[in-house]
């Protein structure tokens, strides 16, 4: 099985950073794009980054300037480095990996079991 376990979440006051890590785990025989999602409360799971195999990032208008995120192969492992949070930020934050589990396979989502960030004013 795969399992993806995040990391990082917390509360942190308008301005702070805060850096999220998700790693995967089990038998991957390659892993495609990796990104973070997230959900508020009474909203719909919106796209906040996305980063290929090759390296391209992918970013919603609302965060660009203010989050990266980047991975590390050899780990299985992504990371979203966010700066500047603000309270609209806050929200469950889910990783995605799309990953294929043997050569015969093809690409599929796996889902991380979430974090909280909150971001007080």
């Known amino acids: 099985q795969v399992q993806l376990v995040e990391s990082g979440g917390g509360l942190v006051q308008s301005g702070g950073s805060l850096r999220l890590s998700c790693a995967a785990s089990g038998i991957i025989f390659s892993i495609d794009a990796m990104g973070w999602y997230r959900q508020a409360p009474g909203k719909q799971r919106e796209l906040v980054a996305t980063v290929t195999s090759g390296g391209s990032t992918n970013f919603a208008d609302s965060v660009k300037g203010r989050f990266t995120i980047s991975r590390e192969n050899a780990k299985k492992t992504v990371y979203l480095q966010m700066n500047n949070l603000k309270p609209e930020d806050t929200a469950v934050y889910y990783c995605?990996?799309?990953?294929?589990?043997?050569?015969?396979?093809?690409?599929?989502?796996?889902w991380g079991q979430g974090t909280q960030v909150t971001v007080s004013s």
């Open positions: 995605n990996f799309r990953l294929k589990r043997n050569w015969a396979a093809r690409f599929d989502d796996y």
